[in-house]
């Protein structure tokens, strides 16, 4: 379990240090090691005083909460425009790897244009290729207020998994829209798609701050090294978007969803696809069910090695995954939690996400860490275009609209389907309910809204699962001992 304390190698005695004598302490010039400077955070991760003061824009997050009960459900209109800063000009230094430091002036950003332009010097950072170079050319400056140096600028940095396409794109594109400040790192499986999304992401957003990391969740090596990257780039994480995710091998019941026909039972069946949809897994290269290890466990991984940003910091951050409705537990079986049995692989995966966000609030909500579960409801992207041919949803689309007059978890567009997201992103993570999971909905009249609804996850189950996957993890951190720092 050493792993679990996370950051070693980036941060080591770097707290002991002060800011700005990252330069030239640095254990090792060689590849990689350069970028471990002993007291290159220096006094950073306190901020003392300067992100505390003035940082939540008075009245814009009121407006989030409309409330309408029914049954166990209550709806949630969010109007809040999410939470801004205000940062202190100053100049500070950036780690670029191999020991140098670039000078950058970190301002605040005026009231509603683009970030503050920034002098640099020296060779970019590490990855700084991939940085946004809009007006203000945000890369370093995204990377000071990362590290939450002294006087840096209070950005929030929001890590997206699955930021390629379908929801997890229309994601990165609306918070950007709540919040042209952030510091958007967008982890998609290879460089190429990396390049594309951000590329897709600047042309409407060309001032945003967007940096890349390459991580395949279904390859537990890649997963390590994507976030020993993300520990050496960044002092902390606000948000973490666990979003990635395969259904491989769909195939739909047609016979099932007959029989849910005659016996009324066919609405249920389109909004959660219980009793319709099955999928063929198979073993990855790590000897783990592909759905299981994508969906979940390389997630599971992600997040229990970034601890270290995620925990103790000033302000809580969020783990914001995406499940879905057909997370349902009779597809879930302790004795089989990867799923090797079954044909529901996905949605016991599902399942077992939900099982896990429950437990890691129970253990790390005191160290200023909060889970929420959202699914985005039936949307049009990669992942539905295996199920059924893109002509055939298109075919359908007329009456999948007409359905939504009945099923307002049809949300249809990427855009939609990120509602619940970024409804949350707006909320103070203490008022949410870690037993409920936050639906994107649309109206038959194309109104978007966030749905709350009581999860079917039995804590005890939860626990054991948890366990489980630490025993897993164990397993795994012994065979890429030499990945961890
Ligand atoms: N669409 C729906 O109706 C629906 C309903 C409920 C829940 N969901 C959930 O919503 C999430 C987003 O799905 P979507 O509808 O937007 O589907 P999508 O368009 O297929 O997006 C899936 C994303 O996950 C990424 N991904 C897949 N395997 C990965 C891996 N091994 N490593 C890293 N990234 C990987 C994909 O990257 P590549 O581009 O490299 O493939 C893509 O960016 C998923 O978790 C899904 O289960 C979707």
């Known amino acids: 379990m050493s792993a679990f304390l996370g950051g070693k190698g980036c941060q080591g005695s770097a707290e002991q240090g002060t ?52 049954g166990n459900t209550q709806a949630v209109r969010g109007k809040g425009r999410g939470q801004y800063c205000v940062g202190v000009a100053c100049v500070v230094g950036v780690p ?16 509603r244009g683009p970030p503050s332009r920034h002098r640099r010097r020296g060779p970019r950072p590490r990855g700084g290729r991939r940085l946004a170079a809009g007006p203000g050319g945000a890369g370093p400056a995204a990377l000071i207020a990362a590290r939450g140096g002294r006087g840096a600028a209070m950005e929030r940095v929001v890590l997206v998994t699955g930021a390629s396409g379908g929801v997890g794109l229309a994601l990165c594109q609306r918070l950007l829209e709540e919040d042209g400040r952030i510091h958007l790192c967008i982890a998609c499986r290879n460089e190429q798609k990396s390049e594309a999304t951000r590329d897709l992401i600047l042309a409407t957003h060309p001032a945003a701050q967007v940096s890349t990391v390459e991580v395949d969740l279904g390859n537990l090596a890649s997963v390590l090294r994507a976030a020993r990257e993300l520990r050496c780039r960044f002092q902390r994480l606000d948000f973490v978007y666990l979003n990635a995710g395969i259904m ?102 599902k399942y077992a996400t939900d099982l896990t966000s429950v437990v890691l609030n129970r253990k790390f909500n005191g160290q200023g860490l909060y889970s929420s579960v959202v699914c985005p409801g039936l949307v049009m992207s990669n992942m ?18 007409l359905i939504r007059f009945f099923a307002k978890t049809y949300t249809l567009t990427p855009y939609n389907g990120a509602e619940a997201h970024v409804w949350l992103f707006k909320q103070k993570p203490e008022y949410l309910d870690s037993l ?39 397993q795994t951190l012994e065979k890429y001992h030499d990945l961890l720092d």
């Open 19 to 70: 800011a700005g004598s990252w330069e030239g302490k640095g254990k090792g010039k060689g590849k990689g090691k350069g970028r471990e400077g002993k007291g290159r955070e220096g006094k950073g991760r306190e901020g003392k005083g300067r992100e505390g003061k003035g940082r939540e824009g008075k009245g814009r997050e009121g407006k989030g909460r409309e409330g309408r009960d029914s």
């Open 384 to 401: 539905t275009y295996r199920i059924l041919p893109v002509f055939l949803w298109k075919l359908l689309m007329p009456i999948m609209w």
């Open 248 to 349: 491989p091998n769909p195939h739909v019941n047609f016979k099932a969803l007959w029989h849910g026909l005659l016996t009324g039972k066919l609405l249920h069946m389109l909004t959660t696809a219980e009793g319709v949809m099955t999928q063929t897994d198979r073993l990855n290269g790590d000897g783990l069910q592909e759905v299981f290890a994508t969906n979940l466990f390389g997630h599971f991984m992600l997040v229990r090695q970034l601890q270290s940003l995620l925990c103790g910091n000033e302000k809580p951050s969020r783990l914001i995954w995406t499940s879905s409705s057909n997370a349902r537990e009779s597809a879930f079986s302790l004795s089989d939690y990867q799923h090797a049995k079954g044909q529901e692989s996905y949605s016991s995966s």
């Open 436 to 474: 409920v999971k936050y639906h994107s909905c649309t109206s038959g009249l194309g109104r978007c809204y966030v749905e709350p609804r009581k999860m079917d996850v039995d804590e005890d189950t939860a626990e054991k699962l948890y366990q489980k996957l630490l025993e897993l993890e164990e």
């Open 96 to 111: 670029i790897g191999g020991g140098l430091m670039a000078y950058v002036t970190v301002a605040p950003p005026p009231a």
